[in-house]
T-cell receptor
């Protein structure tokens, strides 16, 4: 069964600190992996996309890594800001032109001043 | 540029009443369209997707239905709402044959009482 598991379920950090969110998947064959940020009451917005051959991709203070061998990805947030408080969702697509991605349940991040 | 609209933004409906949520996309042609539901503290659940006018694929059997009367219009309906239909409903669009980024609308918050 194709699954995407995220950890931790929730995380509270102080403003200015770094944090790392984890995503493990069993989706196969693999096409790509995306990290989305979802602010409360809003739709998710794509942060990064990584394909099989990519190990690291950055978007400002967000850096995503991918290990396709172990089927693991991480999202590292540097120098967190209050506006980083949101749910971060890992989404994996299966190769073969599937229209249906597999979503993780997300990690809820709260950044305190 | 492309934009996606959803309405209404919030809705409170009694059990057994009908439902109609509308989603429209501007600035693109022949998009793939999706309806998701997100229950409190849960991940995104794909309900329906459509790759063209009149083409609807259902992922979860339930008392909801979807229609695509025009290229850039996607409607989610129910004849009789259940308490369990409460949640955050998100419409999304993408273009391509799979593997592409999905762009989400602002969502509709539905509360069934």
């Amino acid at each position: 069964k194709n699954q995407v598991e995220q950890s931790p379920q929730s995380l509270i950090i102080l403003e200015g600190k770094n944090c790392t969110l984890q995503c493990n998947y069993t989706v196969s064959p693999f096409s790509n992996l995306r990290w989305y940020k979802q602010d409360t009451g809003r739709g998710p917005v794509s942060l990064t996309i990584m394909t099989f051959s990519e190990n690291t991709k950055s978007n400002g203070r967000y850096t995503a890594t991918l290990d396709a061998d172990t089927k693991q990805s991480s999202l590292h947030i540097t120098a967190s800001q209050l506006s980083d408080s949101a749910s971060y969702i890992c989404v994996v697509r299966k190769a073969g032109g599937s229209y249906i991605p597999t979503f993780g349940r997300g990690t809820s991040l709260i950044v305190h001043p | 540029s492309q934009t996606i609209h959803q309405w209404p933004a919030t809705l409170v409906q009694p059990v057994g009443s009908p439902l109609s949520l509308e989603c429209t996309v501007e600035g693109t042609s022949n998009p793939n369209l999706y309806w998701y539901r997100q229950a409190a503290g849960r991940g995104l659940q794909l309900l329906f997707y459509s790759v063209g006018i009149g083409q609807i694929s259902s992922e979860v059997p339930q008392n909801l239905s979807a229609s695509r009367p025009q290229d850039r219009q996607f409607i989610l309906s129910s004849k009789k709402l259940l308490l369990s239909d409460s949640g955050f409903y998100l419409c999304a669009w993408s273009v391509g044959q799979g593997g592409e980024t999905q762009y989400f609308g602002p969502g509709t918050r539905l509360l069934v009482l």
